[in-house]
């Protein structure tokens, strides 16, 4: 039976590529696959999800208006059947896109693998991934590390010289020159002005995120 399955962790832990790579094995094996991507985000292009090693594949851009279960009905009706539906940077979904693409599992058998960052840089859930982490058949961390050695749970957004910014609007897209993965111990050092980052001791291979 197919499965709603959100995969989360903080950035730089390689969810795009692991989106990218799950994709490619459907793929490989001649089955169809859709990819989804927010609208908001066009760092790589129009409709396209890229990682930082190179992989890349076109996408469907949506926004928070859209019904993903219809966009994915019309696909199939269009297309012919889907045997898997990716979406990346899932915690931009809203809520009402989060139960649509549960129904995609539920009415439609279709499985759902939604990529995503857990928390924002204020320590908050995401909409999307609050959902996603109520709603989902399985969850699976993706890990990454802090540059104090830990295991990093947490995401900090960072001005020019590497200090916290605490406030401002939730949404801001960027990479490591403004978000940098941390430890929640660190995360709580950092956010109460003990310290900055060295951006440059936290560019990690592997991801993009927000």
């Known amino acids: ?10 950035m730089n832990a390689g969810k795009t590529t692991a ?32 990682s930082r090693i190179g992989l890349q594949a076109s996408a469907r ?3 928070p208006e859209e019904n993903l279960f219809a966009l994915i009905e019309a696909d199939i009706a269009e297309h012919g059947a889907l045997h898997c539906v990716f979406v990346d940077e899932a915690q931009f979904l809203t809520k009402a ?9 539920d009415r439609l058998n279709i499985p759902v693998l939604a990529y995503g960052l857990r928390t924002d840089f204020r320590g908050e859930l995401f909409e999307g991934s609050r959902y996603l982490l109520a709603w989902a058949d399985n969850l699976e961390e993706i890990k990454t590390i802090c ?15 590497g200090r916290a910014v605490t406030d401002g609007p939730q949404v801001e897209i ?21 310290g900055r980052i060295e951006l440059q001791q936290c560019v990690l291979p592997l991801g993009k995120q927000h």
Do not use: C
């Open 147 to 161: 540059h104090s050695g830990r295991k990093a749970t947490m995401v900090v957004r960072v001005d020019e010289h």
């Open 61 to 63: 851009r949506f926004g």
């Open 97 to 105: 896109q989060v139960w649509q693409i549960s129904d995609v599992v």
């Open 19 to 50: 989106l990218l790579q799950g994709a490619w094995n459907y793929r490989e094996r001649g089955m169809r696959t859709l990819i989804f991507t927010p609208a908001l985000d066009n760092r790589y292009g129009e409709g396209v999800v890229a």
């Open 174 to 194: 960027g990479g490591n020159e403004r978000y940098v993965s941390v430890s929640r111990a660190e995360f709580k050092k950092i956010s109460e002005g003990s």
């Open 1 to 10: 039976m197919a499965k709603l399955y959100f995969h989360y962790s903080a």
